[in-house]
């Protein structure tokens, strides 16, 4: 099984906004290289924006992943807003952010399926994420 190729983060969304805590809701658009189909069972993880965490994600919805295709996995964050604001204020106003992404997720065909590791980290551009 070769690693799905990560593509860019879409359709970044505040679905509840709260002072110690916020849920967004975002898209991380992939690429899978194999010659097979794989489905994608649950993945949780944490994510970071310039070495501070963000928060923990999870993906509780049953994924269907395309031989040699792109594909998309709707991600739930939920963010620690005390943590953000008081460490992070400066990220949000530069152009680009370092976003870096850590878990696991239950991958498989039929009725196999493996941990297989998440990992993620690379210079976003903010105003596209935010659009």
Excluded: C
């Excluded at 849920?23 to 290289?33: A, G, I, V």
């Excluded at 489905?39 to 919805?61: P, Q, S, V």
């Amino acid at each position: 099984v070769k690693e799905p190729d990560f593509k860019r983060i879409e359709n970044v969304r505040i679905s509840k906004m709260g002072l110690s805590e916020s849920t967004l809701t975002l898209d991380l658009h992939y690429y899978n290289p194999n010659k097979f189909r794989l489905k994608i069972k649950e993945a949780e993880g944490d994510a970071w924006i310039e070495n501070t965490l963000l928060g923990h994600f999870t993906i509780d919805t049953m994924v269907h992943i395309p031989a040699n295709g792109e594909f998309r996995l709707p991600v739930k964050l939920q963010v620690d807003m005390g943590k953000i604001l008081k460490n992070s204020l400066l990220a949000f106003l530069a152009k680009e952010v370092m976003i870096r992404l850590e878990g696991n997720a239950r991958l498989g065909k039929g009725l196999v399926y493996i941990n297989y590791p998440i990992r993620y980290e690379g210079k976003q551009d903010l105003e596209k994420l935010l659009k």
